[in-house]
């Protein structure tokens, strides 16, 4: 057996009384995939953090191929050849690709040289970018190259991949496989934090599991011979298997009704066209495609960030034209946005304002309503975390600080006490474990039994598991409005998601 590349030994992290990480001792080998699990907010973030030099550790030792390191910076590990891709890209956003990487690579490799190695690093690994593009203009896999590239054009050894596909759409994952397999076919060292199962049984050679910053299980077992279930009871301690009881619900009147509607996505991303559906009060309609295919758009219209260019929506029996619909959407509808670090909080905040943020109406007191009732706001903060199995230690905490799982459901929480007659919930299980998952599908599927729920989401899983009708989006239309519980006609999602109709 190879010495292991890294060594950490009783590493601590704490942030304020959270414990983020106590005493973990971690081995890596070259030429493994490590696949680092564990529930949302257990210190896996942060332990690779440590290691990739942006946080230091309040204990504990790093060994390098025996030696002892210490990293003040990122770019420190860099030198020794440890990088991270982050969960969220490191990128500026209006530098071109070129650009981005000549500020991190170029003192190695010169500016005048770099559009050279790009190439070659991109051609070696298939990881196709174009250098002249701005990094607003890409897609996220693409983003995410532009990252696995800067790290390769250093000469990484150990890469780091912090759940990097949750932003990716199939085919996406599909590249970024064959680039692991790659990588580790090269000796390198790859740790791999995911919260899905799939990948870790496809993927990984060597397996630790973290809860609350302990490290609970570190193994090198061959994956590939376990069973989900297995892997499941190991990271949360109890049996999970993901499905939820969908209860009957007498469908009511129609909420929503889009006739026509056709627009431009806000960034200039894809438009959708001619859209046409209807939402009705207990059911979930789910709007299904591949990331890129208008979806973002036609959701931005939906919910009152863009105003499409054309056609009518009706809510609850008023009918608007694009414009009128813009203005009186926003207090109509409950929204969890997909961007939950930048459009669904603010992160500077504590919790229980960011609880308060879409309904300040609902705490305006004194002269004029001038003032806000701040202890109801913390009472109701408060009373969330409890409901929700929210991990904080006090609403007064900042929204920042949460891990991305806690994070969503405090925003979840917020929406669902709104009493909206539509929700519209975007991705709303991107990154989050697998029991923070089953705990936001049901409160989705409890929310139907109020309101009519619009889910949008890439995950087919998710879909299949939560959905009354399915539309597929493709090149900006809605190809075809599926009955979810016709199992021959939900066997067709998967390839008219592809644009393939049979
Ligand atoms: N910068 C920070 N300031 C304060 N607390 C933090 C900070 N970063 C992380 N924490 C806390 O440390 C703990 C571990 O967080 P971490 O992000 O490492 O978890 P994680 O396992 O990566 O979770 P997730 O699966 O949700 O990404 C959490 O309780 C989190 O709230
Ligand atoms: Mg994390």
Redesign the pocket.
């Known amino acids: 057996m190879a010495d292991p590349v890294i060594s950490l030994s009783k590493v601590t992290k704490r942030?304020?009384p959270?414990w983020?990480n106590r005493e973990v001792d971690l081995d890596l080998f070259p030429g493994r995939v490590h696949a680092l699990l564990?529930e949302?907010?257990?210190?896996?973030?942060?332990l690779m953090s440590i290691l990739a030099g942006r946080y230091s550790a309040d204990g504990g030792t790093m060994m390098m191929h025996g030696r002892e390191v210490s990293f003040n910076s990122p770019a420190k590990a860099l030198d020794h050849g440890i990088g991270m891709v982050y969960?969220r890209f490191m990128l500026i956003e209006s530098m071109t690709v070129s650009e981005n990487l000549a500020l991190s690579a170029g003192k190695a490799h010169g500016r005048t040289g770099i559009d050279q190695v790009i190439h070659q690093t991109a051609e070696r690994y298939g990881l196709g970018v174009d250098p002249e593009k701005r990094v607003f203009e890409l897609s996220m896999g693409e983003r995410q190259r532009v990252e696995i590239i800067k790290l390769l054009m250093l000469d990484a050894e150990v890469l780091i991949f912090d759940e990097p596909t949750s932003v990716l759409t199939p085919p996406e994952v599909d590249a970024l496989f064959e680039v692991i397999d790659q990588l580790r076919a090269e000796g390198k060292t790859i740790v791999l934090i995911t919260?899905k199962l799939e990948e870790v049984l496809k993927l990984a050679d060597d397996i630790s599991i973290?809860r609350k910053g302990r490290l609970v299980f570190s193994e090198r077992i061959d994956a590939r011979q376990m069973s989900r279930q297995q892997l499941a009871r190991l990271m949360v301690g109890r049996d999970v298997v993901l499905r939820v009881d969908k209860k009957e619900v007498a469908v009511g009147e129609t909420i929503l009704a889009l006739q026509g509607v056709s627009g431009d996505s806000p960034l200039g991303g894809p438009s959708y066209t001619d859209v046409t559906l209807e939402i009705k009060q207990g059911e979930i309609f789910s709007i299904i495609g591949v990331a890129g295919n208008g979806q973002v758009g036609l959701v931005s219209a939906i919910t009152g960030l863009s105003q499409a260019r054309s056609g009518t929506i009706t809510f609850d029996g008023a009918t608007y034209n694009a414009r009128e619909w813009r203005m009186a959407s926003r207090e109509k509808i409950a929204y969890v946005p997909e961007d939950r670090y930048h459009s669904g909080s603010i992160g500077a905040m504590s919790i229980a304002d960011n609880f308060a943020l879409t309904r300040l109406a609902a705490y305006r007191s004194g002269m004029a309503g001038m003032v806000l009732d701040r202890e109801k706001m913390a009472a109701d903060g408060t009373r969330a975390i409890r409901d929700h199995n929210i991990?904080v230690e006090s609403s007064e905490d900042s929204a920042g600080?949460?891990?991305?799982?806690n994070l969503q459901k405090v925003i979840l929480a917020r929406e669902l006490t709104r009493n909206a007659k539509l929700f519209v919930a975007e991705q709303p299980t991107q990154?989050l474990?697998i029991s923070a998952t089953e705990e936001i599908w049901r409160a989705l599927l409890e929310c139907r039994e109020k309101a009519a729920v619009l889910l949008v989401t890439g995950d087919l899983k998710e879909v299949l598991s939560l959905s009354d009708r399915i539309g597929v989006i493709f090149n900006g239309r809605i190809l075809e409005i599926i009955d979810a519980h016709d199992s021959d006609q939900v066997d067709r999602v998967g390839l008219l998601m592809a644009g393939v109709r049979t």
């Open positions: 942030f304020g959270v983020a564990g949302n907010g257990a210190g896996k973030s942060t969960q919260h973290m991990k600080s949460l891990s991305g799982g990154g474990d």
